[in-house]
């Protein structure tokens, strides 16, 4: 994990100069620390696992939640994560068709969390919110596979700057929650809409791409649809959601 306390050294200190943040560097580390913890976790694993087959758990209907108030609760990073999880998978769910298929995108030998939306928390400090808070989901519709991201850290950092290769479009913009760094990039035959908003003490980056591939750096993705899951319209709307604060 200390690859990932020393990437993120800079945004959960306050008072730090505003950096571009690379988002394919953080969360490569942070992949790349959950990878020589996955082994470590199959023991683990192994025992629940054993313990479940030998109770029989019977769990009420659910039935429709989209109606109940997401937690409000930030006291604890669990908590934290609920909340955020909860704002974050209403927020992409709304954008989407209702017969898509959403699934996780995880590194291998992960196990998926029941909520394709819950976050990740890998710590970057001792307090709740001093984490890199990200999950990326893949979306399958009539139009193909493509993939929605979230990476969420603390801090006082910009967004990448204009210039970037493989950049189709770029342009900043200011709103009442806080800046807007909004780009178009493509790469082969994969094209990416992201957009970054700088608010007070954090930075939430949304986007979304046309390929179901998990994105890891250095990596070339397929093209497996015509377009990005979300137009740029709506990843912007994402950024701009409602109680993504922490």
Not at 20 to 49: C, E, F, K, P
Not at 73 to 81: F, G, I, M, W
Not at 153 to 166: D, I, M, R, S, W
Not at 188 to 196: K, N
């Amino acid at each position: 994990m200390e690859e990932v306390r020393s990437l993120l050294a800079a945004y959960v200190t306050e008072g730090e100069p505003p950096l571009g943040l690379s988002g394919d560097a953080v969360l490569a580390a942070a992949r790349a620390s959950r990878r020589r913890h996955l082994l470590t976790g199959a023991a683990a694993l192994a025992v629940a696992v054993l313990a479940l087959a030998l109770a029989v758990v019977v769990l009420p209907h659910r039935g429709q939640v989209a109606d109940v108030p997401c937690p409000t609760a930030s006291d604890t990073r669990e908590a934290l994560v609920d909340r955020l999880s909860c704002v974050v998978g209403r927020a992409v769910r709304a954008l989407l068709p209702a017969d898509a298929r959403i699934t996780r995108l995880t590194i291998p030998g992960e196990t998926p969390p029941a909520d394709p939306f819950h976050l990740i928390a890998d710590p970057a400090g001792d307090a709740p919110r001093e984490a890199l808070f990200h999950m990326g989901v893949r979306v399958t519709d009539a139009a193909g596979s493509g993939s929605v991201y979230v990476l969420m850290v603390p801090g006082n950092a910009g967004g990448p700057p204009c210039g970037e290769v493989g950049e189709v479009s770029c342009r900043s913009e200011q709103t009442s929650v806080g800046g807007l760094m909004i780009s178009t990039l493509r790469a082969g035959d994969v094209v990416t809409h992201r957009v970054t908003r700088s608010g007070v003490g954090y930075l939430v980056q949304f986007w979304s791409n046309n390929s179901g591939v998990l994105a890891q750096s250095g990596v070339r993705l397929p093209g497996q649809r015509p377009e990005p899951t979300l137009t740029e319209a709506q990843v912007r709307q994402l950024a701009l959601t409602p109680g993504l604060d922490f």
